[in-house]
Nanobody
Framework: QVQLVESGGGLVQSGGSLRLSCAVS????????MGWHRQTPGEKRDVVAR????????YYADPVKGRFTISRDNANHTVYLQMNSLKPEDSGLYYC?????????WGQGTQVTVSS
């Protein structure tokens, strides 16, 4: 069983920055994809950023382009999301996602709240 543990969320003022971390319990070198999703109350979970290692392709949702950066540290089995110039609409519960050997794994989420 693969476990994902997110950290780094918190309360930040508009314009501030946060870096989310996702520690994975096993190697991520062979992952098909890794990413971050956001969910707000009453809404569905939407993709924020996604990275495909084989093609090295990166996808960002339009609202975060130029502000968020997804990265990974294979040696430490960790996926990051650097979030800059944060806005109140970026608030939500952020989930790490990993696709490994066609199985989808999720963390428990870390809360991000951006005050205006």
């Amino acid at each position: 069983q693969v476990q994902l543990v997110e950290s780094g969320g918190g309360l930040v003022q508009s314009g501030g920055s946060l870096r989310l971390s996702c520690a994975v319990s096993r190697s991520i070198k062979n992952a098909n994809a890794m990413g971050w999703h956001r969910q707000t109350p009453g809404e569905k979970r939407d993709v924020v950023a996604r990275f495909y290692p084989a093609s090295r392709r990166t996808y960002y949702a339009d609202p975060v382009k130029g502000r968020f950066t997804i990265s990974r540290d294979n040696a430490n089995h960790t996926v990051y999301l650097q979030m800059n110039s944060l806005k109140p609409e970026d608030s939500g519960l952020y989930y790490c996602n990993l696709t490994l050997f066609d199985h989808n794994y999720w963390g428990q989420g870390t809360q991000v709240t951006v005050s205006s």
